[in-house]
């Protein structure tokens, strides 16, 4: 938070919770806490929103703009009740709305063309995983990765909405079960039930790397040891 | 044997929400059921996959943390300049109500304000020479219509006037030759 300036009041060394700024967001006395509340949640939002549409671009435009939607309905949030669940909510709303205009346009992301599928299809007929382990420094274990992260991003853009947002925020955000239900407005079992069902489906989208555990594992050896060999 | 539910071995992997007992259940029935065993090991396999999509952080410059350095100083305040432009800007998108944050977002909503207004100025201005030229060629057009039926009325009145005159010389000629008896027709010899 030094990074922002003093007058903004960010040098404080009073850390006020995220209901305490929007309190003041709320009642107009303190320029500073929106920016407090951008700079503490613009990552998580960001995260969630790329993850949710598969599309790095798009996500940094739904990250501004729920922000901006939090700004604007400010006076709307209930100061009894958790900031982060009512801006994941926000943050999710906005991502079900792209992905329904996308679905009505019939376009795809920016990111998300055809050719995205070309590795899952490829990696149907063969091992995509390197038997051997991978050394993440060097360039065949970077373009392992880049190319197992593409598979994981074709695989959750597959995935049902409802299953895909349990799965970004326990899996990526690490949010309890029990605050996904908040979130979503649903029961807890709801959300169980949707993250059993999306870990069965992941695991049939992405049976071509399962197996390969062993190449995301850093290396045991250097390259200069598994040359000697 | 009695298989946990996929709620509750999902539980079990993430470790989130089973009591310490029933996790302690659990943990001995995947152990003892190759069945179970196999699914819970194919979530961990896909946990694993789903660690190789990361996405860097947009990076906060390191100059940024130093306040001795001017560049890092200047850095500073231009980041803080453009998060309180880009929120003055998104505001403005988003709501009619007054800005409220001072200095340059007020600044830049009004200036945005400004040109919309202009532009919708422009517009309806640019409509409404649209609708006059609309509407004098409207009633050009309307006059050239009552002008052709006034003309087309005038033609038929002559045609009609024209028909009655020949109706009556036809009248008058016929009337002519029914006073014409047969005994005042030449006999013909028989």
């Known amino acids: 938070m030094n990074w922002v300036p003093r007058w903004l009041g960010a040098g404080s060394t009073v850390e006020s919770s995220d209901e305490e700024s929007m309190r003041r967001v709320q009642a107009g006395d303190d320029p500073a806490a929106f920016a407090r509340l951008v700079a503490r949640w613009e990552q998580p939002i960001r995260r969630l929103c790329i993850r949710m549409t598969g599309d790095e671009h798009r996500g940094e435009d739904l990250t501004q703009e729920a922000f901006a939607r939090v700004f604007a309905s400010r006076h709307q949030f209930d100061a009894e009740r958790k900031f982060s669940t009512w801006l994941w909510r926000i943050a999710l709303n906005l991502c079900h709305e792209e992905a329904r205009r996308v679905g009505r346009r019939g376009e795809r992301s920016v990111d998300m063309n055809a050719a995205d599928d070309e590795p899952l299809r490829q990696a149907q007929g063969r091992p995509l995983a390197s038997p051997r382990p991978v050394d993440h420094d060097e360039p065949h274990g970077r373009a392992v990765r880049a190319e197992r992260a593409q598979l994981v991003r074709v695989a959750l853009q597959r995935l049902p909405e409802a299953n895909r947002a349990v799965v970004v925020l326990r899996e990526y955000e690490n949010l309890k079960f029990r605050e996904i239900a908040e979130v979503l407005d649903v029961p807890e079992g709801t959300v169980k039930w949707r993250m059993a069902q999306a870990l069965v489906q992941l695991g049939e989208q992405l049976k071509p790397i399962l197996g390969g555990d062993e190449a995301m594992r850093p290396a045991t050896r250097t390259t200069k040891e598994r040359l000697a060999l | ?75 500073r305040w231009a980041v803080a300049a453009a998060v309180l432009l880009g929120c003055g800007f998104a505001v403005a998108r988003m709501t009619e109500r007054p800005v409220d944050l001072a200095g340059l977002r007020t600044e830049l909503a009004q200036e945005v304000r400004q040109e919309v207004r202009q532009e919708l100025v422009a517009e309806l201005k640019n409509y409404a020479v649209k609708q006059a030229a609309w509407q004098e060629e409207f009633q050009g057009e309307v006059v050239n219509v009552v002008r052709q039926q006034a003309a087309n009325h005038a033609s038929l009145r002559k045609d009609l006037e024209t028909m009655a005159v020949l109706t009556e010389e036809e009248i008058q000629r016929l009337s002519s030759v029914a006073r014409v008896t047969p005994a005042m027709l030449p006999t013909t010899e028989q």
Do not use: I
Request: net charge negative.
């Open chain 2, 1 to 75: 044997m009695t298989h946990p539910k996929h709620e509750e071995l999902a539980e079990f992997l993430y470790e989130d929400g089973l009591s310490p007992n029933r996790h302690a259940e659990v943990s001995r029935h995947v152990d003892a059921c190759d069945e179970c065993r196999a699914l819970v090991d194919g979530w961990r396999g896909v946990r694993t996959n789903l660690a190789a999509w990361q996405l860097p952080a947009v990076a906060r410059m390191p100059a940024m943390t130093s306040r001795s350095s001017p560049a890092g100083s200047g850095l």
